[in-house]
């Protein structure tokens, strides 16, 4: 009679697993739908998505990393995709579907190697190969601009908001933008993008769009007979509550007469009157406090003249203190003239049915804020994104110095020089450079295809151009010809390029290596963390 062999679990119930070429194509499937949802809204031309969440809120966006996060994509590779567009995000601020797209594409052809079976390892060492040379070619082919380039900077910004919904507004905004980064840089052209504050109202429409060399607020005064406008203002950020503290331990006082009463509030309103003086000596005519202000004080306060809000957060007293050259004290006694902050204006103004606070005319604000306007919410949120792009293209090329044409001009270089490139090379490496060279030309076809132009011929055209050396030779979408994107006014930073190329064959190169994919069931009861179906899963499977 045979021995019955009891099977061996290992793994707890529940767990699913998929191994070798099953793991690697349901990787690379997740990644290539991660990739194709976000392509067709690259370029010029390129569609927008509207996304509904859970609670009914529309999002209607043209931005990649929006669209990821919006979107709440739950397939564990797919995850690493989005992983990218959020690292785009934050270097450069723009670029994000060009990282994603180029990702999907290093890891659909690397596909086909997989079935000529070149092992995982040799294609992840020829795209690192491939990645190397890639960020060495874009250094060389970059050209240097300088602060004083200010035409080339107002096209950099303008490349950013092409095909965005605050295109038909483009001249405005991105002179808005341009100002505002060269406010805000430092003198070896570094820029902290936390010190342009875009603030946004609905109403109006985007012209009405402006840029405040100070800091906008949404608080109002905190009493009405505060003065509504106070010219060359001199500020006082203070981070302490003007009001009269609770001890630390529990206290009773005993009043035993109503004569003790009244001594006990005098006392309370000589101390709240007491702060109030403090803050008028120093010559301060305006009060912007982090905590609370007692309606004692702010009557006080009303009496003196002075302007105040309170209540404000952190990161607006940082700002504000950066742009009017105050400094933020946390002890009434220590507040000086020396402290105090200047700006040429600050008014309550209404806008809509909201009060602002704003604090303009500073005489070299280090920080900045735009105010955005527009028709409708959907519309504001969008330009802010456009601007927000914009802001961070123009930081990225000023902070590097270095910027390229675009219009999918450096890619098709790109995979020109990269070809040259793989037949430098031996073994099996070639083969996955020639995959990263073919993988680079995406994103001239994409914004092809998103303009209804057709891809093969002038994909033809663009290549032609580039080998009698036209390295800024890209495809004009509205016309549907090669033209000299630098010409066009076209223009990018370099550091949306190489961190798009260091980040995409990254996580290809990351997402080729795994070949076992366990998801464990979590506690008893509970539903796999990985999508069901990981087998050879399709589309509908991915967890979206």
Not at 36 to 43: D, K, S, Y
Not at 128 to 155: F, S, Y
Request: charge should be negative.
């Amino acid at each position: 009679m045979a021995q019955q062999v009891q099977p061996i679990f290992i793994l707890p119930e529940g767990t699913q697993r998929s191994v070798g070429r099953d793991a690697q194509r349901t990787n690379i499937m997740a990644a290539k739908i991660v990739a194709e949802t976000v392509r067709t809204t690259l370029g010029p031309k390129g569609m927008d998505k509207m996304i509904v969440d859970s609670l009914g809120d529309v999002t209607v966006t043209n931005d990649g990393v929006t669209i990821l996060e919006e979107m709440q994509i739950e397939h564990p590779s797919a995850k690493m995709i989005v992983e990218v567009a959020k690292t785009q995000e934050n270097e450069v601020g723009d670029g994000t579907t060009t990282a994603v797209v180029l990702a999907g594409e290093l890891l659909k052809n690397s596909e086909r190697l997989l079935d000529q079976d070149v092992h995982p390892a040799v294609i992840a060492r020829g795209y690192r190969q491939a990645a190397d040379k890639a960020l060495e070619l874009l250094n060389e082919m970059a050209e240097k601009i300088t602060p004083k380039d200010e035409q080339v900077l107002h096209q950099i910004a303008m490349t950013a908001m092409t095909g965005k919904g605050a295109e038909y507004a483009k001249e405005k905004l991105s002179d808005l933008a341009v100002k505002s980064v060269k406010l805000v840089a430092e003198l070896d052209n570094s820029v902290d993008l936390d010190n342009i504050k875009i603030e946004k109202r609905s109403g109006g429409s985007v012209d009405d769009s402006e840029l405040i060399k100070g800091i906008v607020l949404d608080k109002e005064k905190v009493h009405s007979s505060m003065p509504r406008l106070v010219k060359n203002a001199k500020i006082a950020l203070l981070d302490k509550e003007i009001e009269i503290k609770k001890t630390e331990i529990d206290a009773n006082i005993e009043i035993t007469s109503p004569d003790q009463l009244q001594a006990f509030l005098d006392q309370e309103e000589k101390m709240l009157r007491d702060m109030v003086e403090k803050i008028a000596n120093s010559g301060a005519n305006v009060l912007i406090c982090q905590k609370g202000i007692d309606d004692v004080a702010q009557h006080f306060l009303a009496k003196k003249g002075i302007y105040a809000v309170r209540r404000v957060s952190d990161s607006d007293m940082k700002k504000i203190s950066k742009a009017t050259g105050g400094v933020v004290v946390n002890n009434l006694h220590d507040l000086s003239k020396d402290d105090l902050g200047f700006a040429g204006a600050v008014e309550e103004r209404k806008i809509g049915d909201d009060q602002f606070t704003y604090i303009m005319e500073c005489k070299n604000p280090k920080a900045v804020t735009i105010l955005v306007r527009g028709g409708t919410e959907h519309v504001t949120n969008e330009i802010e994104r456009a601007l927000t792009d914009a802001v961070g293209d123009v930081s990225a090329a000023l902070r590097d110095g270095k910027v390229v044409g675009g219009a999918g001009a450096p890619e098709v270089q790109l995979a020109l020089e990269l070809r040259k490139y793989a037949e430098t090379l031996s073994g099996r490496e070639q083969l996955a450079v020639q995959a990263f060279a073919d993988s680079m030309e995406i994103i001239p076809r994409t914004l092809i295809e998103n303009a209804g132009l057709d891809p093969i011929d002038i994909m033809t055209d663009l290549k032609a151009a580039h080998s009698k050396k036209q390295v800024w030779a890209g495809v004009d979408v509205f016309t549907g010809k090669v033209t000299d994107s630098w010409k066009k006014g076209v223009i990018e930073p370099l550091k949306i390029k190489t961190q798009a190329v260091s980040s995409a064959s990254e996580v290809a190169i990351m997402i080729l290596r795994i070949d076992d994919v366990i998801a464990s069931s979590g506690s008893k009861g509970k539903a796999p963390a990985m999508p069901p179906g990981m087998g050879g899963m399709g589309g509908e499977d991915m967890g979206y």
